[in-house]
């Protein structure tokens, strides 16, 4: 079983539309969770962190459920400029991040 | 810019020769790490170091590979004896230790492929 597992998509949505992803993880001693957003061929840019209590930045919010170890993302009013692939990413003690394989969002007008 | 840079950002090697990727962390960031991506994959932890200590190695990291951070300042990543699958986009990130939270950041990675 993958540590991280994401659907891969690709999600294909018309701009203005709501879509949400979700991730799920294999270890329960993960500590902390984030979002990350990677163009084509361009390095992974964090998106945000994902708190317990879940947590929202314009558009985004994430939410994380420990007791199921799921974690999602919702993007509301999407714009073209969002197609991307959307890496989850959960933190094992601190030190390296494990990634899933991403999701590929498609933005379409 | 005063981001993570890397250098260079594409390097093409015939199999068997060395290889070395320097990596400049943000300054005030006291840890690297090294991962590893390829097409459809997200990337893969390699390596961390805090200020010069390497304090974890993932087993991916064969002993073609060696990595250092002498001065805690860059890092460097050597790949010997290159082999096909080696290919792949080689990724730096730092970060700093925000209460336990330890965000971090990606260089623009450096693309290597072995003919």
């Known amino acids: 079983r993958k540590e991280v597992e994401q659907d891969p998509g690709p999600f294909n949505v018309p701009e203005g539309a709501t879509v949400a992803f979700n991730c799920t993880y294999s270890?329960?001693?993960?500590?902390?969770f984030f979002w990350y957003r990677q163009d084509c061929r361009k390095e992974p840019k964090l998106l945000m962190s994902?708190?317990?209590s879940g947590n929202e930045d314009g558009r985004f919010t994430a939410q994380l459920n420990r007791a199921s170890q799921y974690i999602s993302l919702l993007i509301r009013d999407s714009k073209l400029s969002d197609s991307a692939t959307y890496l989850c990413?959960?933190?094992?003690?601190?030190?390296?991040?494990?990634f899933g394989a991403g999701t590929i969002l498609r933005v379409k007008s | 810019d005063t981001g993570v840079s890397q250098d260079p950002r594409h390097k093409i090697t015939k199999r068997g020769q060395n290889v070395t990727f320097r990596c400049d962390p943000i300054?005030?960031?006291?840890?690297l790490y090294w991962y590893r991506q390829t097409l459809g994959q997200g990337p893969e932890f390699l390596t961390y170091?805090?200020?010069?200590?390497?304090?974890?190695k993932s087993r991916l990291l064969s002993d073609r590979f060696s990595a250092e951070r002498p001065k805690g300042s860059f890092s460097t990543l050597e790949i010997q004896r290159t082999e096909q699958g080696d290919s792949a986009m080689y990724l730096c990130?730092?970060?700093?230790?925000?209460?336990?939270?330890?965000?971090?950041?990606f260089g623009p990675g450096t693309r290597l492929t072995v003919t």
């Open positions: 990413v959960v933190n094992l003690y601190g030190n390296k991040l494990v």
């Open positions: 270890n329960s001693a993960s500590q902390s």
């Open positions: 300054s005030e960031h006291n840890r």
């Open positions: 170091f805090q200020n010069e200590a390497q304090l974890e």
């Open positions: 990130a730092s970060s700093l230790d925000r209460g336990g939270i330890y965000e971090q950041y």
């Open positions: 994902v708190y317990s």
